[in-house]
């Protein structure tokens, strides 16, 4: 398995809070993802890293923002939490060459609760 | 609008027998197609990828078909075990800029093996 592991795995909040979730991988992989899961929806992209400190705007970021400022971590932050927020959050890994193409590779997920 | 659809939410099959799911899409500039496989409570786990000059990729019990024609893949998984019991999700892959590839998921089906 991939070494990704995510933080918190379950957390619950109040509406207005802000909240920050944390990705850490030890793949050295350039490309990191922050994907969230509902029942009826699949998987979405919230927001993707192609680089330190470089990062872009996935299907749905609005209400999200992340930070990476090293090659192993990748944050997601919910300013200020509201309810459509609650969902399980998945944090993905991929690298280009060394015998792989595009296949992302997951974590564990984060279930995040907000009352 | 939804670019990669699986019609199916769940699927049954017995034990033994070919498990047949099938996924369609609308943008053409897909390059890359997926399937991952899903447990409750864990990530996503890569199963299987075709690239879209390809007509079928095979891996074990496991072969994914391509139609671009039709802008139609299905994974076949034969013979069916009660291991297999999980959501399976397909996704699309498209080159997003800086090396990136943004994958698009669909809904998932869900997969239920019977002993």
């Known amino acids: 398995d991939a070494g990704i592991t995510q933080s918190p795995r379950h957390k619950v909040t109040e509406t207005g809070t802000p909240v920050t979730l944390r990705c850490h991988q030890t793949?050295?992989?350039?490309?990191m993802y922050w994907y969230r899961q509902d029942p009826g929806h699949g998987l979405r992209l919230i927001h993707y890293?192609?680089?330190?400190?470089?990062?872009d705007k996935g299907e749905v970021s609005d209400g999200y923002s992340v930070s990476r400022s090293k090659t192993e971590d990748f944050l997601l932050t919910l300013e200020s939490a509201t309810s459509s927020q609650t969902s399980v959050y998945f944090c993905?890994?991929?690298?280009?060459?060394?015998?792989?193409?595009?296949?992302?590779?997951f974590g564990p997920g984060t279930r995040l609760t907000v009352l | 609008d939804q670019q990669v659809k699986q019609n199916s939410p769940s699927l049954s099959v017995q034990e033994g027998r070919i498990s047949i799911l099938n996924c369609d899409y609308t943008?053409?500039?897909?390059?890359?197609f997926l399937w991952y496989k899903k447990y409750p409570a864990e990530g996503p786990t890569f199963l299987i990828s075709?690239?879209?000059?390809?007509d079928k990729n095979e891996d074990g019990r496991f072969t994914v078909f391509l139609n671009k024609s039709a802008k139609h893949l299905s994974l076949h998984i034969v013979p069916s075990q009660p291991g297999d019991s999980a959501v399976y999700f397909c996704?699309?892959?498209?080159?997003?800029?800086?090396?990136?590839?943004?994958?698009?998921f669909g809904k998932g089906t869900k997969l239920s093996v019977i002993p």
């Open positions: 993905a890994i991929s690298e280009v060459g060394q015998g792989l193409y595009n296949e992302q590779f």
């Open positions: 793949e050295n992989h350039r490309y």
């Open positions: 890293s192609y680089g330190v400190k470089d990062t």
């Open positions: 943008n053409s500039m897909f390059d890359y």
């Open positions: 075709i690239s879209s000059i390809k």
């Open positions: 996704a699309a892959s498209l080159y997003s800029g800086a090396g990136s590839y943004q994958l698009t």
